[in-house]
């Protein structure tokens, strides 16, 4: 952030959108694949947007700022080690990070029903965060300046209600493949290839119940195959063998020893393998990668509404999103907003398509449940 611009003292945003559903999300625009995000320089403007929302947070003066008495607490599954300092760079604002897995964080949120301890959460689990405002934990009915510079798929992601914003979306499950067990011609090229018997065996991914991104994984062929169908393509791979693994990290494991010698496999641990050396090579598949969406929601109940507020603005300053894609541990990924440019690595013409939030926030139990039971078996 430029620091000259972070010294003015201005008044925190309180404008608060009106007249949202507070219930209904929009239907059937989640299920659209998004076009692929050009590479471009980052722009200023956003820093300003975010340095607007806030106050004089570097220059001493309290005329007009909030005080913060205590650090924001925010849950997050990911940049648990830079958002702290970057926020506190930008704003003075302290923030206390409590990192987990998707299934944690949850948990955790479930359990503090009663007396919240975080004002934040920001996961790449879009359809429980969703599923919170349903319950009556999200703040609803808001909308951050820097909202402005979301693309058009991120903006269809967003509900009605407002209750949340996407940050980014990377991709849950990519093709990956061991190229000492087959050749690229005899590789799988899309996603119906993997139900071919010569892969009995050979494939694995990470557990919807457990692991944050393999649940929009999961999502993505229910909503697009139909729910029978959807089920039906998984039942088939588990009568192939198909192996389930707790998170990601145990299916590159997996894929390292040859237990398996195809994935899908979350993106970023996709090109880590590859940056690593290991024989593996990664496919995009043409109808696009099922993608796992990071979103920012603010606690009801919070007691730092400003300077949560803040916080979810600052996630959409495309400065912010472009340190995040530079320096962060889960820096492939596809920004949420205009302006930032992608990992080199990543592949420039990737696509992705998520479920339908409804249908992906309707059904999460159930399908988790399903997929239990197969793994059992």
């Known amino acids: 952030m430029r620091k000259n611009i972070l010294r003015k003292t201005a008044a925190l945003f309180t404008c608060i959108a009106a007249a949202a559903s507070l219930t209904a999300c929009r239907s059937g625009s989640t299920s659209a694949d998004s076009a692929p995000t050009a590479a471009a320089e980052t722009v200023a403007d956003t820093a300003e947007n975010t340095e607007e929302a806030l106050t004089g947070a570097n220059d001493g003066s309290q005329e007009g700022r909030v005080t913060q008495t205590k650090p924001l607490v925010v849950y997050l599954n990911d940049f648990d080690a830079v958002i702290p300092e970057m926020f506190k760079e930008a704003t003075g604002y302290d923030v206390e990070v409590v990192s987990g897995n998707g299934a944690e964080t949850m948990s955790r949120i479930a359990a503090e029903a009663g007396n919240p301890q975080w004002d934040v959460v920001w996961i790449d689990s879009m359809y429980d965060v969703y599923n919170l405002a349903g319950e009556g934990q999200l703040l609803t009915d808001w909308e951050p300046e820097n909202a402005a510079n979301l693309t058009e798929f991120s903006r269809n992601l967003v509900p009605d209600n407002k209750c949340f914003y ?172 205009e302006g930032v440019a992608l990992k080199p690595e990543r592949d420039a013409n990737a696509r992705m398509a998520v479920a339908d939030i409804e249908f992906g926030a309707e059904n999460e139990a159930d399908i988790k449940a399903w997929f239990a039971d197969m793994s059992a078996q």
């Not at 892969?199 to 119940?209: I, L, Q, R």
């Not at 192939?240 to 970023?268: D, H, M, R, Y």
């Not at 300077?307 to 495309?318: Q, S, Y």
């Open 166 to 337: 996407p940050t980014g979306i990377h991709a849950a499950g990519v093709l990956v493949y061991r190229t000492d067990v087959f050749t690229e011609a005899d590789a799988p090229k899309t996603f119906a290839d993997l139900t071919d018997e010569k892969y009995s065996g050979k494939v694995g991914m990470a557990d919807p119940g457990v692991a944050a991104p393999a649940y929009p994984l999961a999502a993505y062929f229910m909503d697009s195959l139909g729910l029978e169908g959807g089920k039906e393509y998984f039942q088939t791979m588990f009568s192939q063998g198909l192996k389930v693994f707790p998170k990601n990290p145990q299916v590159v494991q997996a894929l390292a020893s040859g237990e398996i010698s195809v994935a899908l496999l979350q993106e970023t641990n996709a090109y880590d393998m590859k940056e690593s050396g290991e024989p593996i090579s990664i496919i995009w598949p043409e109808e696009g990668a099922p993608g796992s969406t990071r979103v920012a929601a603010i606690s009801a109940v919070t007691e730092q509404e400003e300077i949560a507020k803040a916080f979810v603005n600052f996630l959409l300053d495309a400065d912010t999103q472009q340190k995040l894609v530079d320096m962060g541990d889960e820096g492939y990924f596809e920004p949420s907003v």
